[in-house]
């Protein structure tokens, strides 16, 4: 079986986590509520982008289907990917 360094090394680092909590989900939950509160801890919010990149997808493949279907080439609609 394929062993990945990456995932081995974020397991342990996961696992050194929950056993510093006691294994404890309500332990964990406040540790992380008050590193969130510090000024060095940077929080990711994905809700402001404008779009799901998913959305954004599915947006160009339409895009380049109606092209297609317009005579115009498909390589035009995907340079954005």
């Known amino acids: 079986m394929y062993r990945d360094e ?8 996961r696992d050194a986590y929950t056993a510093l909590h006691h294994y404890s989900f309500d332990e964990m939950v406040a540790d992380l509520q008050v590193r969130q509160q510090r000024p060095d801890c940077k929080l990711v919010d994905r809700r402001k982008t404008s779009q799901h990149p998913q959305k954004q997808l599915s947006e160009l493949a339409r895009e380049a289907l109606r092209k297609s279907a317009q005579g115009e080439t498909l390589a035009k609609g995907f ?3």
């Not at 990456?6 to 680092?13: A, L, Q, S, T, Y």
């Open 6 to 13: 990456i995932i081995v090394e974020v397991w342990r680092n």
């Open 79 to 81: 340079d954005e990917i």
